[in-house]
């Protein structure tokens, strides 16, 4: 059983950076995709950015492309979610998810979870 462990989320204001991490309790074909999500109150899930572990291959929705970096360190079997330019709707609880396939941008696709960290963007 893959487990992937977040950290790194916090209080920032608008114009703010915050890093994530995602650390990978190992890499398997069933993970062979690494995202992130995130869910706002009352929202749905979304699947924010992407990466194909084995290439460093990276993808990302219209609503974060040029602000948000996802990045690999795959000796550590992390992954990074890099976000700058933070805007008030980023407020979410941020989810690392792995899957066999990618982009990884559906939760019909998640195999595995993390447990998730809060992200607050201030204005």
């Known amino acids: 059983q893959v487990q992937l462990v977040e950290s790194g989320g916090g209080s920032v204001q608008a114009g703010g950076s915050l890093t994530l991490s995602c650390a990978s309790s190992?890499?398997?074909?069933?993970?062979?995709?690494v995202a992130w999500f995130r869910q706002a109150p009352g929202k749905e899930r979304e699947g924010v950015a992407s990466i194909y572990t084995a290439t460093g291959n990276p993808y990302y929705v219209d609503s974060v492309k040029g602000r948000f970096t996802i990045s690999q360190d795959y000796a550590k079997n992390t992954v990074y979610l890099q976000m700058n330019s933070l805007k008030p709707e980023d407020t979410a609880t941020y989810y690392c998810?792995?899957?066999?396939?990618?982009?990884?941008?559906?939760?019909?696709?998640?195999?595995?979870w993390g447990q998730g960290t809060q992200v607050t963007v201030s204005s």
């Open positions: 998810a792995a899957g066999p396939t990618c982009p990884l941008v559906r939760t019909l696709f998640v195999k595995y």
């Open positions: 190992e890499y398997t074909t069933s993970n062979d995709c």
